[in-house]
């Protein structure tokens, strides 16, 4: 797959880089840029972004692998990210985890053969007063227990 963006993102891209004093700083929003448009940022793609930026390979590279919130692998269409941080640990968090695991017959981080669910267990969201949580794409779902993750699971199941 042939990765590149088309006069019109490469526009919004300039606007980005105006916003800060160095390109390097708009590297962020150039690698959710791309993670919009092909679900995931594979190697080509941050090569890409590097030449786009003129920053290293090496330096999109870390980027990439140090948030979560950037994917260097295809998810499936559900990606289930499940909080472990103390306050969902604390609050059952790993049940959580389990149910998903035995529900979807799948261990974090892997995706389920048709594509459809991906696990990735993260660190703090940011809703310790609602955990346990997990974000699925881009909802968050909080004060979960070993029912509510069933139900959530068989909803999503049939979209």
């Known amino acids: 797959m042939t990765i590149q963006f088309n006069d019109e993102e490469l526009k919004q891209v300039?606007?980005?880089?105006?916003?800060?004093l160095k390109p390097s700083a708009a590297l962020m929003p150039v690698l959710y840029m791309i993670q919009e448009k092909y679900g995931w940022i594979s190697l080509e793609a941050m090569k890409y972004a590097?030449?786009?930026?003129?920053?290293?390979?090496?330096?999109?590279?870390?980027?990439?692998?140090?948030y979560t919130m950037y994917n260097s692998k295809p998810i499936g269409k559900?990606?289930?990210?499940?909080?472990?941080?103390?306050?969902?640990?604390?609050?059952?968090?790993?049940?959580?985890?389990k149910t998903i695991e035995q529900e979807l017959n799948i261990k974090?981080?892997?995706?389920?053969?048709?594509?459809?669910?991906?696990?990735?267990?993260?660190?703090?969201?940011?809703?310790?007063?609602?955990?346990?949580?997990?974000?699925?794409?881009?909802?968050?779902?909080?004060?979960?227990?070993?029912?509510?993750?069933?139900?959530?699971l068989a909803n999503l199941a049939n979209n």
């Not at 590097?50 to 140090?66: D, P």
């Not at 499940?82 to 969902?88: A, D, H, I």
């Open 14 to 20: 300039e606007e980005i880089k105006k916003r800060y």
């Open 50 to 66: 590097a030449n786009l930026l003129n920053l290293s390979e090496e330096h999109v590279l870390g980027v990439v692998s140090f």
């Open 78 to 97: 559900y990606h289930l990210q499940v909080c472990t941080n103390v306050s969902c640990m604390l609050r059952g968090a790993y049940d959580i985890l």
């Open 108 to 152: 974090k981080g892997e995706t389920t053969p048709d594509q459809k669910f991906t696990i990735t267990e993260v660190e703090c969201l940011g809703s310790c007063g609602t955990a346990p949580m997990i974000q699925i794409n881009d909802d968050y779902f909080e004060n979960l227990n070993h029912d509510s993750i069933k139900n959530i």
